[in-house]
């Protein structure tokens, strides 16, 4: 009979042996404490209302404590399908035919809700200090057994989905987002340090390890095939962040190694036609640094910090704060106009007209050495700025460019040891000035107490370092040519290969000595002619080859010869004459002169003039016999002449 019954009413027949109701009812609620309610038994309250309309108990046979149930909460722990670890079987069976163990559908009704709704809620409710636990708000969890793969799929613990069906617009001031982490903070957080506080946060547990043949990555951004492009990967909006990305901290940083040898890995693709937008630029990483707030304090701001910090030995290779390279391979045409720029590093300052620098340098590029004066670098090459070619590369065609107009000083080079140096073997010039300006090359020196024996505004010394000789040509210590070029109109204007120009202050006239122009030779040195003037075979000289001319009355000679030894000298002034000449020595003069030649000679000088003519240079008008050279002397128009007499 109780079997039919409970046939008829859908239920299993209760177990008879056990003592306790499973249903009771009446206007009272039993007191806790009270014998012969089962747990879990059901008790209607009949003169209940709502929420206290029916109870369970959750004690005991023996003494019961019996719980309200309110129709929307469930005061007892629910256990959807029983646990197990390892087991199948013991959950809710989920098949392609039975997708979920619990399915909670809810719909807007059809109208507009106008409030902050959940279709399912989750709260965990902490009211004491914590420590030493994991407690979270809900918990999505996928586990797989030992040997368990995955195949093609999407496997995860928790899915956020948002399914749009038609089209769709975000209007102004909505976030749309499958996944929402929000922090709420009540009055203040403070993070102890070792402490985190995140929106997101990332983590591997357990001690395996992992065997990365693919993409294994704490964040995952992707796409399915065919779907939209995300237009930013990672977007974080300005003022809501102090550091919108940090990888490691110092001293704990991104562990590098020969598998991933990157920090950070950043590959771009133009793959369409760009056009210039706000920035003019396309750029693979873009930072602007904007500067909101007068800055009163001394501080370095910087758009972009690269730093190469080793503390352990480093062997060969490139090792350097920031590396620039373009890279080009395939068969491509880099093309433009004249002011294209392909360059491996590009720097630019822009000004706007109403800046202005009050202090300080203002630079392109800045090459400062911070190296401590005790470090040992004996082995190595120091240079600011180094110019190289790897293996049979192409060389550079021009080491410094500096553009017309670009700079009022190309280059200043302040107090140094050696202000330039070229050591290489140059095949055409060591320096090859093509200037159009006046002055090519212009020395100033700020002479103060501190230099050395003797200042050199330019000194050039050719030394050889081997036993080489040249193949054709000579030796020149320096050479000065000036070019006039060929097919041009002839020079109008007076043309000096050489000038030499000494400026002093009349009101305080140097003590010392001053040489214009100086020849000298040194203690070990040998040479044929200390000043050699030579005018060379199709060349034509319309004036004199050598000329000295003041402008002001010298204290001593226009032209010295002095003989500054202890030693002798064989002759003072030579004139070697193998061509045709018609006068050997001319004096010239448009002033009154005391003496025209004065010989000055020391008293056991020999001879006060000495002419010694070779056979057949007597003169036609000398008296055979009787002299053997005549000197003429023209006074104005008369002719006349000074007998030679031999010593006889």
């Not at 000004?351 to 050495?369: E, L, Q, R």
């Amino acid at each position: 009979m109780i079997q039919r019954v409970c046939s008829l009413l859908r239920m299993q027949p209760p177990v008879i042996l056990d003592r306790g109701l499973l249903f009771a009812s009446g206007s009272v609620v039993p007191t806790d404490g009270t014998d012969k309610y089962q747990t879990g038994c059901l008790f209607q309250h009949t003169d209940g209302g709502a929420g206290t309309a029916l109870y369970v108990n959750e004690g005991t046979v023996t003494s019961c404590a019996f719980k309200a149930v309110d129709a929307g909460e469930i005061d007892v722990s629910l256990d959807v399908g029983e646990f197990s670890s390892l087991e199948a079987g013991s959950g809710i069976a989920i098949s392609s035919s039975n997708t979920s163990a619990v399915a909670i559908f809810g719909d807007d009704n059809g109208l507009s809700i106008a409030s902050s709704v959940y279709n399912l809620r989750s709260r965990m409710l902490l009211t004491v200090d914590q420590a030493g636990a994991s407690i979270r708000g809900a918990m999505g969890q996928l586990k797989l057994i030992n040997g368990v793969d995955v195949q093609t799929g999407i496997y995860t613990g928790v899915q956020g989905y948002i399914e749009l069906v038609g089209t769709h617009s975000a209007k102004t001031g909505s976030t749309f987002s499958c996944i929402d982490a929000s922090l709420e903070i009540g009055t203040a957080l403070t993070v102890d340090s070792g402490g985190e506080a995140c929106g997101i946060h990332v983590e591997t547990t357990g001690s395996g390890t992992i065997t990365n043949n693919g993409t294994c990555a704490a964040v995952l951004i992707d796409k399915a095939t065919g779907a939209a492009n995300w237009p930013y990967g990672v977007y974080v909006v300005g003022e809501t962040t102090h550091q919108a990305f940090v990888a490691g901290v110092q001293g704990t940083g991104v562990y590098t190694t020969t598998t991933y040898p990157f920090a950070v890995e950043i590959h771009n693709e133009a793959n369409a036609d760009i056009v210039a937008g706000n920035t003019g630029s396309s750029a693979g990483i873009y930072n602007r640094y904007e500067i909101a707030t007068a800055q009163t304090s001394q501080c370095n701001h910087i758009s972009v910090f690269a730093k190469l910090r080793p503390k352990a030995n480093m062997a060969d290779g490139v090792h350097c704060g920031v590396y620039g390279l373009v890279e080009a391979s395939e068969t491509i045409t880099l093309s433009g106009t004249s002011t294209t720029l392909t360059a491996a590093a590009h720097f630019a300052l822009d000004f706007g007209a109403n800046v202005t620098v009050s202090a300080g340098h203002v630079n392109g590029v800045c090459i400062d050495s911070s190296i401590n004066a005790s470090a040992d670098l004996t082995s190595a090459t120091l240079a600011g700025l180094r110019f190289k070619k790897s293996g049979t590369c192409k060389a550079w065609t021009t080491g410094i460019v500096i553009e017309a107009n670009a700079s009022t000083t190309g280059i200043d080079i302040g107090a140094c040891t050696t202000g330039l140096a070229i050591t290489g073997a140059c095949s055409t010039a060591a320096v090859n000035i093509t200037a159009a300006n006046l002055n090519c090359i212009k020395s100033v020196f700020n002479i103060d107490s501190g230099l050395g024996q003797y200042v050199q505004g330019i000194k050039m010394e050719h030394t050889r370092s081997a036993n080489i000789q040249p193949s054709t040509g000579g030796w020149w210590g320096a050479q000065i040519v000036l070019n006039a070029g060929t097919g041009y109109d002839a020079l109008d204007k007076t043309a000096y290969v050489l000038h030499c120009v000494f400026k002093g202050d009349a009101t305080n006239p140097s003590s010392q000595t001053v040489n214009v122009g100086r020849f000298e030779t040194q203690s070990d040195g040998k040479v044929e002619d200390l000043l050699f003037v030579s005018a060379n075979s199709g060349s034509t000289v319309t004036g004199d080859v050598a000329r000295f001319v003041t402008h002001v009355a010298p204290t001593r000679s226009i032209l010295a010869v002095q003989n500054g030894t202890t030693g002798s000298t064989p002759i003072g002034i030579c004139v070697d004459i193998d061509e045709t000449m018609t006068t050997g020595i001319q004096f010239n003069t448009g002033a009154a002169i005391t003496n025209l030649l004065q010989i000055t000679a020391a008293a056991n000088t020999s001879y006060f003039l000495i002419a010694d003519a070779e056979a057949g240079c007597l003169p036609n008008y000398a008296s055979a016999g009787t002299a053997i050279a005549n000197l003429k002397v023209k006074i104005g128009d008369t002719d006349g002449y000074i007998k030679i007499y031999d010593a006889a």
